[in-house]
């Protein structure tokens, strides 16, 4: 059974949408065809099954991120069909839902919770998270006093935990340094075994190489190419010119 | 989406707002008094020494059942409409029923509301009234005037999303509403073509209730509370539908 399939999904964004609201509502219900519309992402077609792991590479804007907030049900496509079966967990950016003011052991909580954590299971999961994260002491103290790194571990660890049937990671990886990076790995490796789908989204070869199984190349919009992850990895990179 | 059950995560969000309010405050909930209690000051020394005003006794106590329901709504309105675009990053990146976004913000207003509420009684009872039976309905009248400032914040939430011009709209609405909600006058003196209109309005229609339980010591009308009671479930349910049909293009415009 697919886990997530998209139907030719193209997602539009008009220009100048905020500022000139009213006029481009009216210009877009009384001139539809003559719209200056932008395809963040144009007729894309994908089917994933259980135990998929899948790599999207491409340049600045050439619409990863807005392809794994489609499969979050983070926003609606304009044309197509998204279907996604199972609980998603997503790390879109770094530490979003994190607050600065609240401590580490403060965010996790909060952190369980907008991932869907029943009361009870957090407080079961909780050690295990700040364990797994590695804060240590740090954890009571605000997390502005955290650097990157640091947020990261603590927004994975919370990720991971919740045991998603698909886990998005749009480039947030990057960030941890090389042992948690590992430790990392191998938690997504898990995951995999147990059948779960993982989509990553990163700028990062080295990582989706060590990830990922499949691939798809988007250029902007659309699909360029889709793959096994280490040879259409191996041509992304002739094409942008070596490593 | 499947179902889960949101109490937790809506306990979280309302813990947070809470937390971020006044952890770098050094009088904390203090200001949660401070404020009713100044104003009462202010509008009982304008009313009965610049403008005497002999037919209310007990000016103080009137003044303050209209301004804590008044400042709860102002306060939570504003807030609430403001809610999805101050929490952009979570509508963008976490997956998440939206509604909850500006529910929740009005539902952390609710613990400055229940402190003002039981500053209010003790200001009832220090000035010599006795509970009495109806005091049973009070929770009732406040629940409601909860689930109304819930409806109209999602659809002023959703709206300030497409334009951020909505908060200032309810800025303003909540100036002219501070007028036009019998806090400072007795509704006896309204003309009675306006009477409906008045009681229409469920910020007045808890004012009027609160001085009916409190300080009259009877019963609202039935009619009034069957008003506020329809008024506040039809905004509800048009915030809920208002808001389910804007939230798709919020991604789009945060």
């Given at each position: ?8 999904v ?6 100048k949408?905020?500022r ?10 009384l001139?539809p065809a003559?719209h200056e519309?932008?395809y ?5 077609t ?7 792991s ?6 600045n804007?050439?619409g990863k991120s807005t ?5 979050a ?6 044309e197509g ?5 199972g609980?998603?967990a ?6 979003s839902g ?6 580490g052991a403060?965010n996790v909580?909060l952190n369980a919770?907008?991932l869907g954590?029943?009361r009870?299971?957090a ?5 295990e998270?700040?364990?797994f ?17 640091m947020?990261m ?6 990720a991971?935990?919740v ?8 480039e947030v990886?990057a ?5 948690f990076q590992a430790?990392?790995?191998?938690k997504?490796?898990?995951l995999?075994n147990?059948?779960r789908?993982?989509i990553c989204a990163?700028h ?6 060590a990830?990922?199984?499949r ?12 793959g096994p ?7 992304y990179e ?5 490593a | ?6 109490g937790f995560l809506?306990?979280n969000l309302i813990?947070?707002d809470?937390?971020i309010?006044?952890?770098n405050m050094?009088?904390g909930?203090f200001?949660?008094l401070l404020n009713?209690l ?12 610049i403008?005497?005003?002999?037919a209310v006794?007990?000016f103080h106590v009137?003044?303050?059942c209209g301004?804590i329901?008044?400042n709860?709504f102002?306060v ?6 403001i809610s999805?675009?101050g929490?952009a990053?979570?509508?963008k990146?976490v997956?998440l ?7 929740s913000?009005?539902?952390a207003?609710?613990?400055?509301f ?6 209010l ?6 000035a010599?009234?006795?509970?009495n039976?109806?005091w049973?309905?009070?929770p009732?009248?406040f629940g409601l005037?909860?689930?109304?400032v819930?409806?109209?914040s999602?659809?002023?939430?959703a ?6 011009d909505v ?5 303003s609405?909540?100036?002219v509403?501070?007028w036009?909600?019998p806090?400072f006058?007795?509704f006896?003196v309204v003309p ?6 008045y ?14 339980i409190?300080m ?19 905004f509800?349910?048009a ?5 389910g049909?804007?939230?798709?293009k919020f991604?789009?415009y945060?």
């Open positions: 059974m697919s886990v997530i399939r998209l139907q030719e193209s997602k539009i964004y008009s220009r949408i905020s000139e609201f009213l006029r481009s509502f009216l210009s877009r219900r001139m003559s519309a932008f963040a992402l144009k007729q894309v994908l089917d994933l099954k259980e135990g998929d899948l790599a999207v590479i491409g340049s804007g050439a392809l794994l907030s489609l499969i049900g983070l926003s609606w496509p304009d069909k998204v279907e996604v079966n609980r998603v997503a790390l879109l950016e770094l530490g994190f607050h600065p003011d609240l401590t403060e909580r919770a907008l954590f029943s009870r299971r407080r079961d999961k909780i050690d998270i700040v364990e994260s590695g804060i240590g002491e740090f954890i009571n103290e605000p997390l502005r006093t955290y650097s990157s790194g947020v571990r603590l927004a994975f660890s919370v991971t935990t045991e998603p049937d698909i886990l998005l990671i749009d990886l960030v941890g340094d090389e042992p430790k990392c790995t191998r997504i490796q898990e995999k147990a059948g789908v993982l990163s990062v070869r080295a990582t989706l190489r990830l990922c199984s691939a798809v190349w988007l250029d902007h919009g659309r699909v360029l190419r889709q992850a280490a040879d259409l990895i191996d041509e002739r094409s942008i010119g070596g | 989406m499947r179902y889960r059950n949101y809506l306990a813990l947070r809470f937390r309010r006044y952890r050094s009088l909930l200001w949660s009713p100044v104003m009462m000051a202010v509008l009982t020394f304008v009313f009965t020494r403008y005497p005003n002999m006794p007990n009137f003044v303050l301004i329901p008044f709860f102002a939570a309105w504003v807030s609430g409409t999805v675009y929490n990053g979570l509508v990146r997956i029923p939206r509604e909850i976004v500006p529910i913000t009005v539902l207003n609710c613990i400055h229940l402190i003002q509420i039981a500053l009684l003790a200001v009832v009872l220090a010599g009234y006795k509970i039976g109806y049973a309905l009070l009732i009248v005037e909860v689930v109304f819930c409806g109209l999602l659809i002023t939430s709206l300030d999303v497409y334009f951020r908060r200032y709209v309810v800025e609405a909540n100036t509403l501070f036009l909600v806090i006058y007795s006896t009675i073509r306006f009477h409906a209109l009681q229409y309005n469920p910020i007045a229609a808890v004012v009027l209730a609160c001085r009916n409190l009259e010591g009877k019963a609202p009308p039935d009619t009034l509370l069957f008003k506020l009671l329809c008024v506040s479930v039809l509800m349910v915030g809920l539908l208002v808001f049909r804007l939230k798709r991604a789009d945060l």
